[in-house]
């Protein structure tokens, strides 16, 4: 068995040292964009991390819900607390790099503070979604289940396997691919695993619990104490508001007229 606080140490060593050792190969290949690149390799390797450990403890937990145990129940949590640390800081570095680019390379770089403000205002959902992860549902995952309900945080776990699409659709537009059959394939790709991974999961927990207990579907949300029900609502409601967001996208990418052909030159005489 690991020692205590092993498993936070490994992530806290392991999520910051892949974004630099990605970052400066990608900068010693003199691929452009190293940051951006390096920072959707790292939230694509965690998603995949986290996506097969919650196959894993709910595939082994699911004859009994509520009791069977995992030991990665425990122990991925653990590792994965540091990587939501460590992206609050890289997307303020990937949201430098686009201010940059927008200004272009040459110009110098915007105020810290005023960045930081720039930086909050774009991306105020995802910061209060990292925030969460890191000092209300690591707690509770770690400290207030008591052992119980494995089974669901590996389905939660498993909301992840979208990510890797959202990175991909990111890099594409990064390197002015969006009009691509494979940028118009990863929307789709991120549209079902969105919808199946992250919004539809949440029904789909409240039925597993009532099939465990012998309870429809409609009648398991009075069963549950009020503050489970109100967990769930406020863990969906940003997940609903990401995918109005990716429906949009897809709808003007799908909508969207072919780019037109460059102008042939006239013929000469």
Known sequence: ???????????????????????AGLGRAGIPGRTVLAARLVSSVQAVLASTAGYIISSSCRHDVIDDQHWLAGAY???AVPYFIYDLYAMFLCHLHRARVKGHEGAPPPPLRAAATSYLRKDLLMVLHHLAMVFVCYPVAALWRDGKGDFFLGCLLMAELSTPFVCLGKVLILFQRQHTALHKLNAVALLVTFLLCRVLLFPYLYWAYGRHRGLPLLRVPPTLPPSVNAAAAALLAPQLYWFG????????????????????APPTS
Do not use: D, Q, V
Not at 6 to 11: E, H, Q, S
Not at 245 to 264: D, Q, S, T
């Open 1 to 23: 068995m690991a020692p205590p606080g092993a498993a936070l140490l490994a992530g806290l060593l392991f999520f910051p040292g892949l974004f630099l050792l990605s970052r």
């Open 77 to 79: 949590p653990e590792f």
């Open 245 to 264: 967001l990716i429906c949009r996208g897809a709808w003007r990418l799908f909508k969207a007229p072919p780019p037109a052909p460059p102008l042939e």
